[in-house]
C-alpha cells in the first residue's frame, strides 16, 4: 500500500516520544534492566506463536483482549519463562507495580520480559527498578533511548524508527539480536501511534505489517518464547486515513526489523533477499527466508564468498514451484548490482561478485519468472562471534 502524503522516515533517537501522548524511561543495572513507557489509547498485540510461551505473553493475550492500553512495563535480564504458576503471578505483579507508579489500571498495562529462560524474575529489584524509573518518565530523546537500551540483551545497539506523514506519526523502538526466526517477530517491539484508529484496523494492520517485516527476519533459525510486539494508539492526531495509517506502520516495523537483521549476534553484514516474479507473496516471502535462513549462504556472506549456486539450492529446496532455467538472480552492494544469471544462462563476473560482499550490506535479488508477486526478507552472515556468544550465554 502507498501512503497518500508524502511519509518521512527516520531511525534516530526520537521516535516514540515523537507521538503525542507518550513519554517513556529505563534504567540499567548489569544485565538488569527496566522500561517503563505511559500512553493510553486504542492497543493492539501479537505473539509467539512457540508451543513454550513465557508468563508474560500468557499474560497479555488475555489483558489485550480489552483493547486498551495506558502503560507498558518491560523487563531484560530474566525471560520469565517455563516459570509454571509462580512465574505467571510474577507477570501479574509487574502490572500491578507499573498502575500503582504511574496511576493507571493493572489490567491494562502491557508487561514484556527478555532474557535467560528457567529463570524467576527478582520482583524486589523489578519493584524498586520500576518506582524509580516512574519518577523519570519524560518525552524527549534522552528518556526514549533510556527505555530502549533498558530492554537490550545481547544488542550491540538501541534500536529505534519514526515514520511521520502529514497528519500523524508512528513510532517505535525494539530489541532483538539472536534467537531470531519468527513466527510472529522474534523480539520485542513497542509501536506508538497518534492517530485516531479503532481497534480492528489497529489489530489489523498491525498483523498484516509483522507479516511482512519481523516475520520475514532470520539471525539463527530459533523462535523465542517470549516475542511479542504492542502497538497503542493515541488518538491525539485525530482521524486518519486507514490505508495511509497500514503503509506506516508497516514501514515503522520494517526499520525496525532491518536493525534487528543487521545487529544479528555476532553479525559483520546485513543480508537482504528480494524474490521476484513469484505466484503469490506468501511463496516469495517462503524463498527469501530459505535463502536468508541458510548457513551456507549466512557463511558464504560472512567469508565474502561468492557462491551464488548457494543461493539457488536453497531456493530450490523452499517447497515452491518454479522452472530452474528461467530464473535471473543477481546481488549488490546497495549501490550497484551484478547479475549472475539471467533466465537460466550464467554469467557471472565472480570478481565483481565479492566487490559486491566488501560492504556492511550484501543484497541477493532473485527473480523466479513464475508470477508477479514478490517479498523481502532479512538476516546477517553467520559468525566464529555468534558461537562465542550463545556457547556462554548464561555463564
Known amino acids: 500500500m502507498k501512503t497518500k502524503t508524502k511519509a518521512k522516515t527516520k531511525t534516530g533517537t526520537k521516535s516514540i ?3 503525542k501522548g507518550v513519554t517513556a524511561s529505563g534504567m540499567k543495572e548489569g544485565k538488569y534492566g527496566l522500561a517503563l513507557i505511559k500512553a493510553s489509547g486504542t492497543a493492539a498485540g501479537v505473539f509467539t506463536e512457540n508451543l513454550v510461551k513465557a508468563a508474560p505473553i500468557e499474560l497479555m493475550r488475555k489483558q489485550i483482549r480489552r483493547g486498551r492500553l495506558d502503560a507498558i512495563i518491560a523487563n531484560s535480564g530474566c525471560a520469565n519463562a517455563y516459570t509454571g504458576q509462580r512465574g505467571y503471578e510474577d507477570a501479574i505483579a509487574m502490572t500491578e507495580f507499573a498502575g500503582s507508579a504511574l496511576g493507571v489500571d493493572a489490567r491494562c498495562v502491557g508487561v514484556a520480559s527478555t532474557g535467560v529462560i528457567g529463570r524467576y524474575l527478582d520482583l524486589p529489584l523489578v519493584r524498586r527498578q520500576c518506582a524509580e524509573t516512574a519518577l523519570k518518565l519524560e518525552r524527549s530523546p534522552a528518556a526514549e533511548d533510556l527505555a530502549a537500551q533498558a530492554i537490550m540483551t545481547t544488542d550491540t545497539f538501541p534500536k529505534h524508527a519514526l515514520v511521520e506523514t502529514e497528519t500523524f506519526s508512528v513510532g517505535g523502538i525494539a530489541k532483538g539480536s539472536g534467537m531470531i526466526a519468527p513466527m510472529m517477530g522474534t523480539m520485542i517491539a513497542f509501536l506508538y501511534t497518534d492517530a485516531e484508529i479503532g481497534e480492528k484496523l489497529l489489530a489489523g494492520s498491525l498483523k498484516l505489517a509483522t507479516r511482512r517485516t519481523f516475520n520475514r527476519v532470520v539471525v539463527d533459525g530459533d523462535t523465542s ?8 494508539a493515541t488518538g491525539e ?10 503503509a506506516a506502520i508497516e514501514e515503522c516495523c520494517r526499520l525496525l526489523a532491518r536493525q534487528i537483521a543487521a545487529d544479528g549476534e555476532g553479525a559483520t553484514k546485513l543480508l537482504e533477499v528480494t524474490v521476484k516474479g ?4 506468501d511463496a516469495a516471502a517462503k524463498v527469501a527466508r530459505v535463502i536468508i535462513e541458510s548457513p551456507l549462504v549466512k557463511t558464504a556472506v560472512y567469508g565474502e564468498d561468492p557462491n551464488w549456486g ?4 536453497a531456493a530450490g529446496r523452499a517447497g515452491v514451484k518454479f522452472d530452474p532455467s528461467a530464473i535471473s538472480l543477481s546481488i549488490s552492494d546497495g549501490t550497484t548490482r551484478y547479475p549472475l544469471v539471467i533466465v537460466g544462462e550464467i554469467c557471472a563476473d565472480l570478481k565483481k561478485a565479492k566487490e559486491a560482499m566488501h560492504g556492511k550490506r550484501v543484497i541477493f535479488e532473485l527473480d523466479l519468472a513464475s508470477g508477479d508477486a514478490e517479498a523481502t526478507a532479512w538476516g546477517c552472515d553467520l559468525t566464529e562471534r555468534y558461537v562465542e556468544i550463545n556457547g556462554r550465554y548464561t555463564t
Do not use: H, Y
Not at 278 to 281: F, G, L, S
Not at 310 to 313: G, L, M, N, Q, S
Open 237 to 246: 492526531a485525530g482521524k486518519i486515513n486507514a490505508n495511509e495509517f497500514s
Open 310 to 313: 548457494r543461493v539457488v539450492a
Open 225 to 232: 518464547t517470549n516475542d511479542i510486539a504492542l502497538c497503542t
Open 17 to 19: 516520544c515523537a507521538v
Open 278 to 281: 513469484a505466484p503469490r507473496e
